[in-house]
């Protein structure tokens, strides 16, 4: 690493910058609230007014600039405003767009005195169709790049008076007019992606930055304008970007910042689209070590075992990334759910690991979760001893998944959310219609969450063993267990936990259960739209709801207690001793993953003493490949140990750079709340 970026990197994470931050709170909502402007004058009066009001700092060492010194972003709304908009809408997470992927390449390439050309044009054509709420969203974007723009040139100004002059040059270029070098390219991206945080605008994904950046990286090495060694110096300083006001980013803990970066994997014609920004992006990340971007790795039937080694070099490195998405898999399920194959080709993951289309797609990959072991608790309780043989009851539960699937689904009506004139701006087509991407874009589709699958399976294997097939339990007397947490059963409890058929071990009996689960889990959702006409995807992953379906669950047929966390993602359940990793990916490779495709990783915890040599590299690098060539979708590894994450509990200032992988996301272990350390811990026993 150079030593200007190690200097740079000491910085960031000393946080030295964040005595630039002010603690400006206008009551921006009163006024707009007397001046009764609407949801659109709002959202662009909120954005003229931060980016007027942010005040350019230069940190030492630095080429790519913009920073933020206004550390809130105010809400446009009164109290009393917003409550009577939940009131009458249903309002996924805070109510703004977030967790959707911009086409950044447009405007990079065209600056933004070209996308005013394209605003100008739809402007005479809005006028002449007399669409007043056209207008205001166009002249509203104009007044955005009237801002952005002028706040640019303060950041010029400042580098010319300090000495920075290829920084004032850089910024004389961009955002005005397009890039045509990649670091100029670079600083694009950093000032259009600030302006979205500033917008309030959250969980803003890069998307393909190997693809949409790699024209400008080869002019420069072509050209001999830049050495490959400088090159790469570049992509980390880039890199640190991220770092710099993460912990300004909303999430549910800190780190879930949706600050993920995706690498690899086919282009438009279906050929292998990994190059040599790819490798520099992998190297970069595994030179800084820092959480962000998380970085994800499409891979596929024709991707190199080299490429492999060098995300298991990353792994080694206890980042919890790369993230591995198969796109044999991926594209295939894409297209079966309506989405045009260039698109699917093209798909990026959202926040954590769900998959979105770039430019195009306005999905909200994350609006629910189905619980899985709530499943087979209400059947339990409702159905069993009614039962007279397992297939009965596997008809109640299947029953019971369209159930919760329906009630689920049955509260995503009247969707709100606050427009995102910004965003728009940098979204395929919203320019042109003059509309607002919060209204809908091409792919308008919901995802789900399937939680606890493991736990499902694994109790119904139970159930199908000891009560119908050998008879050792009555359905009654089961159901008792349950309910008094196994108190007084103990015998029956360690039989449940250390006998019975777990998924994670190559058992037939148990994961084809999972492998019905999952099918019901699609079957339930096919042909059901949503109010924006789009469709629902199901999905294998869990996000937080790992802890929080928790919460709702007595004790269940497997042997988990009450209280016990369900498994992170698509997992074995927790304490489970699988007989290894093999068995582990031929368990969770048997579904047809394709029909679950609104993404969700197998997550595997591997013990940090796997890296002592060299040759684990090409051991691991064989593991995902042949997750992926036995038709897994998505893979990620978390690096662990055991001992160090207890001292860093009980010491964490001796940890503050300890990394770790939550659900679909990296984090500082020491700034995680407890209940997720302790969930990270208990995960390294099946290691």
Known sequence: MKKRIQRLLDYTLAKKHHAFRRSDKPELALEFKKRQLSPMERAVERLVWVLNNEEPVLLPDERI???????????????????????????????????????????IARGLEGRRADILASLKRVRKAGDQEGEVFLQGLIRIIDSLEALADRYAEKAREEGYLQTAAVLQRVPRYGARTFLEALQFFRILHFTLWCSGNYHNTIGRFDQYMYPYLKEDLDSGYLTYDEALELVEEFFLTFNRDSDLYPGVQQGDNGQSLVLGGVDADGNDAFNVLSEMCLKASMELKVIDPKINLRVHKNTPLEVYELGSQLTKEGL??????????????????????????????????????????????????????????????????????????????????????????????????????????????????????????????????????????????????????????????????????????????????????????????????????????????????????????????????????????????????????LPANYSPSLGVRVKGPISLVKSFTKPDLSRVINGGPLTVELQDTLFRNEESISKVAMLVKSFIDMGGHQLQLNTLNREQLIEAQAQPEKYRNLIVRVWGWSGYFVELDKEYQDHIIRRTLIA
Not at 77 to 106: F, K, L, M
Not at 357 to 367: A, C, L
Request: a negative charge; hydrophobic letters at 40%; proline letters at 4%.
């Open 320 to 565: 919890g990334f790369p993230q591995y998405s198969n796109d044999d898999v991926v594209i295939p399920g894409l297209v079966d759910l309506g989405y045009d194959l260039v698109d699917a080709r093209n798909y990026v993951v959202a926040a954590c690991w769900e998959f979105i289309i770039p430019g195009v797609g306005m999905d909200i990959p994350n609006i629910g979760a189905l619980s899985f072991p709530k499943v087979v608790d209400v059947c339990l309780h409702r159905d069993l001893e009614s039962c007279k043989d397992f297939p009965t009851f596997m008809t109640k539960v299947r029953s019971e998944v369209s159930n919760q699937v329906h009630q689920i689904t049955a509260q995503f009506n009247n969707l709100f959310m606050e427009p995102a004139p910004f965003m728009s701006l940098l979204m395929t087509g919203c320019v042109e219609q003059a509309r607002d991407v919060s209204l809908g874009a091409k792919y308008n589709n919901f995802g789900l969450h399937g939680t606890g699958l493991a736990v499902a399976a694994d109790s119904l294997a139970a159930i199908r063993k000891y009560v119908f097939e050998e008879k050792a339990v009555s359905a009654t007397e089961l159901i008792k267990a349950v309910d008094c947490n196994f108190q007084g059963y103990e015998g029956l409890l360690a039989k449940l936990k250390f006998e019975a058929p777990k998924m994670g071990n190559d058992d037939d009996c148990v994961d084809t259960i999972a492998c019905d689960l999952l099918n019901m889990f699609a079957d339930s959702l096919a042909g059901m739209k949503n109010e924006r006409g789009g469709c629902y995807r199901a999905g294998t992953g869990s996000a937080m709801y790992y802890l929080w379906h928790a919460k709702e669950l007595g004790a269940s047929p497997n042997g988990r207690l009450r209280g016990e966390p």
């Open 65 to 107: 600039v913009f920073t933020r010194t206004i550390g809130e972003i105010p809400s446009i709304w009164t109290e009393d405003e917003w409550q009577a908009v939940e009131s009458a809408h249903y309002i996924h997470e805070s109510g703004r767009v977030c967790n959707i992927c911009p086409d950044y390449a447009a405007t």
